[in-house]
């Protein structure tokens, strides 16, 4: 274990991480970071907590290694704080203020660590309102404006699962604040804090949305636009076999192939015409529901119309494309998404399979030189806080 943690395996080999164990964008963002080579070393806490996903399977902690440290424990603190001296990043997704609480907020671990980034994940951000209120992904998205988007006219919002949030919105843009923040740590040697909000990340997604509605090219309601599937030559039709091909032919040449493959060249009204886009979509989904999905994608696969089949999570990873670039990969008896995105000089892989709780204690210990690591004391800390009753899901 220790050989294959120490090996180079991507661009942040030799960069460490104390991720304080948590559920859905932290445990995601950390992921990341140890799919690109960091050591990211994972605190959980006995028993665990929040929504569980059986550990043997819980790919998101893939490549990382587990550390069980009880933070009401006298000397939990002392000991995670031990860990923090020696790295170079920390991810924790309490609702703020807890960590303080517990003794390993951002003050006291950079006063053992002036150059450490302090990444906090949360739904509702360090302030604000709403900042100690618990929340999930949906109702992040929903006050940013960004669920309003998505779906037919007349209909509820149509949920993306926790796409669009936790992970876009919220792990991707802690990702990218913490690589920003060492950058500025190594150059200055001067760490900080870095407050990623999904409420923020996922706004922020939307900036072309918002550039095309203050231009007057998009307007505020669901099914009307471009690019809400409300255009008929962008959007998702039903085949003679109940299943989807996805059409997103936008410029012209690409239309052009589209309706001349999908048969309708001739009587398809002018695309550009709205008042005909009603019988524009009519007109293309009669024509799909004359064939079967896999015929569909036969008569487009060698075109540049961008036509697609719309695909499950199990027929994914079998697609040409996908298995000739290895989107996918098996390990440990899981199909799972490979690291992304690629490196020509520092190739990354999936090293190791889920950490197991607390598996990797004593190989840390060795490795970051921390032999406080091992437990000596299971004595709670009088009034110290329960992490489990004071963190809510996803990270707010």
Not at 15 to 21: H, I, P, Q
Not at 254 to 259: A, I
């Amino acid at each position: 274990m220790a050989e294959a943690q120490t090996a180079v395996h991507g661009p942040l080999a030799g960069v460490r991480v104390v991720e304080l164990a948590g559920i859905g964008p932290g445990p995601f963002a950390a992921m990341l970071l140890a799919d690109l080579g960091a050591d990211v070393v994972r605190v959980d806490r006995p028993g665990g907590g929040g929504l569980v996903i059986d550990p043997e399977y819980d790919i998101t902690n893939r490549n990382k290694r587990s550390v069980l440290i009880d933070l009401k424990a006298g000397n939990g603190p002392a000991r995670v704080l031990d860990l923090v001296e020696r790295a170079d990043i920390l991810i924790e997704g309490y609702r703020p203020g807890v960590a303080e609480r517990l003794g390993i907020g951002p003050d006291a671990c950079r006063a053992r660590n002036p150059r450490l980034v302090y990444g906090r994940m949360t739904g509702w951000g360090q302030d604000g309102p709403l900042a100690q209120r618990a929340g999930h992904d949906i109702a992040y998205i929903a006050l940013t404006g960004t669920l309003g988007m998505i779906g037919k006219p007349g209909e509820p919002p149509a949920v993306p699962v926790n796409l669009v949030g936790d992970f876009a919105g919220g792990s991707l843009y802690l990702v990218v604040g913490v690589l920003a923040a060492l950058h500025h740590a190594r150059a200055t040697g001067t760490g900080q804090v870095v407050d990623a909000a999904i409420v923020d990340g996922a706004s922020h997604l939307a900036a072309m949305i918002h550039a095309m509605l203050a231009a007057g090219s998009w307007q505020d309601r669901r099914g009307a636009n471009l690019l809400d599937g409300g255009c008929p030559f962008y959007g998702c039709y039903e085949t003679a076999d109940g299943q989807y091909m996805a059409v997103g032919a936008l410029e012209q040449q690409f239309y052009d192939e589209f309706v001349e493959l999908l048969g309708i060249g001739v009587q398809a009204p002018a695309r550009w015409d709205l008042a005909r886009w009603g019988e524009l979509r009519e007109a293309v989904a009669a024509r799909f529901k004359t064939r079967t999905r896999d015929e569909w994608t036969a008569v487009f696969e060698d075109s540049d119309a961008c036509v697609a089949p719309v695909l499950s999570l199990r027929e994914a990873p079998a697609h040409p494309h996908l298995a000739a670039r290895g989107t996918f990969t098996d390990h440990g008896g899981i199909t799972q998404p490979a690291p992304a995105p690629r490196f020509s000089g520092t190739p990354t892989t999936v090293r190791s399979g889920p950490a197991q709780p607390g598996a990797d204690t004593a190989d840390v210990a060795r490795d970051w030189d921390v032999p406080n690591l091992i437990p000596n004391s299971s004595t709670p800390m009088p009034g110290a806080p329960d992490p489990t009753q004071h963190t809510p899901k996803d990270g707010d």
